[in-house]
């Protein structure tokens, strides 16, 4: 026997209302369970907020004359009890006064506009727009009401490390809450390839929505495992992971955990994720501004140093040549002698690469084919006195078809050259050098790469400070004065991941095709 058109409404997962004129004439279970009782026999406006039936029957009418609106109608249901619940409407049916009308729960939609709106109070009031702290510290009631938990990892070389966590209630201990406690911001960075989709959300480079969480998980990793058995103990089932790009590269990645998280709050979640960004952007933008400040206020120290250096220099060259013919005779001597022009030579380079840091050339770009400088920069890099002796296998891998830079030459081989000889002290007689290039959009990617000992995680982030060297006798200007003329010609260098010996990266901007 075929069902009645009754029993195929009352399996709906969907509320349905019969309505004729002003009464309910009869409603499915799903409607029933959202106002919480029967209600066939009270009257619509009975069941819906104050202004509802007069928006409702205004809907109904544009709807008849033609009018292009949207499929739903948001409404708010009274429930029997005295509550309220968010409804999207839409009128399926009309038999005189007789109408159907669909009713589906949009509580989650509901929570995910509110977030949105919570999010753009915010962004309006100034402090996403100034501060990453403000934002989360701002952000974290909002998480706690909607009950979700909220990770924000920042992805470094090293690996992962936890910003921030946001939602998680204050003194409750639960396996999600100890999970998440492991990553905490003061300990060691965690490998990206443990946490299995922060990875891929960064190698893929787009937003995941999950549901089902624990059973998709279950044959990863140890430490994904781990997660999988923490969510499913604190009943949250559903997630998303969106990753976020600041500085050309995608820095941070923000995790929310739920157990009903909706598509609406995914959206919600990107729009959180998109502030975050901005926030990080312009802390990025505030700090290369001091440095850009401290710079200019070393330079003019560098200046007025070299200025004081290079004449009393001048005179200690000139009396070591009247020295020289003084005591010719005399091997002692002239060995004292040697000494003294062997330093002076020395004191000589570093007055010029603190005028060199001081006063930068102006750049001079033009389109600039890049294998001829590569190849100048690595003769002049091989052949400087200090490392000439050392055997060194060196490899420039360079697409035939890769497109010219814009640069300046001479400053170009320059930076080169400083990071090939950088390269060539470092590596072990009878090590590796390696130069590949690639196109990577409005940029040209130049990785230099050797085998000599990684670089320690505590000097990794002075490399390109003013000053800073490991080595007994150097100035400490060369990386600074790279960073200084890249960033002057549109580019950057940066010290990249390596799970063995080191890697640079400068990008350089490509040249356009009819320069």
Known sequence: MSPTPREILDALPDGVLVVEGDAVVWANAAFRALVGGEVAGLPLAGLLEPGAPTRLQRDLTLRRQGARLSATLRLRLRTLSGGLVPVDVSVRGTEGERRLLCARDATGSARAEELAGRLAQLVSEGQAAMDLDALLDASEPVFRALDWRTLLYEVTPEGLRTVRRLGFPEGASSPLRRYAEAFATDAAPVPLESLTLVRQAVLEGRPLFLDELPSRLRDAGPVTRAFARALEASGLTRGAWVPIRSADRWSHVLVVLAPDLTEHDFVAVQLFAAQIASAVRLAGLGAALVRRERLAALGEMAAVLAHEVRNPLGVVFNVAVGLGRMVAGDPDALRCLGTINEEAERLKLVVSELLDFARPA??????????????????????????????????????????????????????????????????????????????????????????????????????????????????????????????????????????????????????????
């Open 362 to 515: 102006v750049p001079e770009v033009r389109a600039v084919p890049l294998a001829p400088e590569v190849e100048a920069a690595a003769s002049a890099a091989s052949g400087d006195g200090s490392v000439a002796s050392k055997r060194v296998d060196f490899q420039a891998i360079l697409p035939e078809d890769l497109p010219p830079v814009e640069a300046d030459p001479v400053l170009l081989r320059r930076c080169l050259r400083a990071m090939l000889l950088n390269a060539w002290q470092h590596v072990p007689d009878g090590g590796r050098i390696r130069v590949e290039a690639s196109e990577r959009g409005d940029y040209v990617l130049v990785r230099l790469i050797n085998d000599g000992p990684p670089i320690p995680p505590e000097v990794a982030p002075h490399l390109f400070e003013p000053f800073f060297t490991t080595k007994p006798s150097g100035s400490g200007l060369g990386l600074a004065a790279v960073r200084r003329v890249l960033e002057d010609l549109g580019g950057q260098v940066e010290l990249e991941s390596a799970k063995r010996g080191v890697s640079f990266a400068l990008w350089l901007r490509r040249a356009e095709a009819d320069a």
